[in-house]
C-alpha cells in the first residue's frame, strides 16, 4: 500500500495563523492539542516562488525556499515539517522541527523514525493502545495529502 503525506504540524493556533498568512486551507485536528496542514504541490506553490533551490537531502519538498517561510513561521512556537513516502512496503520518510525561528531537529529521509521523533520534540507521548508517537496523534488515519482535506479527515 501507499503512503504519501507531506505536511506541517503543530498547534492549531499556529497552524491556522501559518494557513492564513500562505492563503491555504483549514487545519485539521489531531490528538494533544496538534493540528496538521496537508500540504499539496499546489499549496506549496501558493507561496513559494520557482524555481526553488537547495533541496535538503532525503526530501523531497523541503527547499531552502520552504526552510525560511518555516523559520518565519516558528517564531511563536514549534512547527513540525514531514514527508512520507512508501509504496510496496519501500520508501521512507523524514521530518524537521522549527522553533523561534531556528532549525532545531532535522533527520534526513530514513525507513521508520524520523516522523516519531520530530512528534516527540514537540511534546507528543506515546497512549497506549497506540504504538508510537505517529498513531497517537492520528496520522494513521489517511495514507495520502488530498484524503486529509476531506470533512471527514
Known amino acids: 500500500m501507499a503512503h504519501c503525506v ?3 504540524i503543530a498547534t492549531t493556533a499556529l497552524l491556522e495563523t501559518f494557513a492564513r498568512e500562505h492563503g491555504l486551507h483549514a487545519t485539521v485536528r489531531l490528538s494533544q492539542g496538534l493540528g496538521l496542514l496537508p500540504l499539496r504541490d499546489t499549496d506549496l ?31 511563536s ?24 525561528g531556528q532549525l532545531v531537529f532535522a533527520r534526513q529521509s530514513a525507513t521508520f523514525g524520523p516522523i516519531n521523533e520530530a512528534l516527540a520534540i514537540l511534546g507528543t507521548r506515546v497512549i497506549p493502545p497506540a504504538r508510537d508517537e505517529f498513531e497517537t496523534v492520528g496520522l494513521h488515519r489517511h495514507r495520502h495529502t488530498e484524503d486529509w482535506l476531506t470533512p471527514d479527515a
Open 6 to 8: 507531506t505536511g506541517l
Open 77 to 100: 512556537g514549534s512547527l513540525l515539517y514531514f514527508e512520507t513516502d512508501y509504496f510496496g512496503g519501500r520508501g521512507a520518510q523524514g521530518a524537521a522541527v522549527f522553533r523561534e
Open 45 to 75: 506553490d501558493k507561496f513559494l516562488m520557482a524555481p526553488l533551490t537547495g533541496y535538503a537531502e532525503g526530501f523531497t519538498y523541503l527547499s531552502e525556499q520552504l526552510i525560511r517561510e518555516l523559520k518565519i513561521g516558528s517564531s
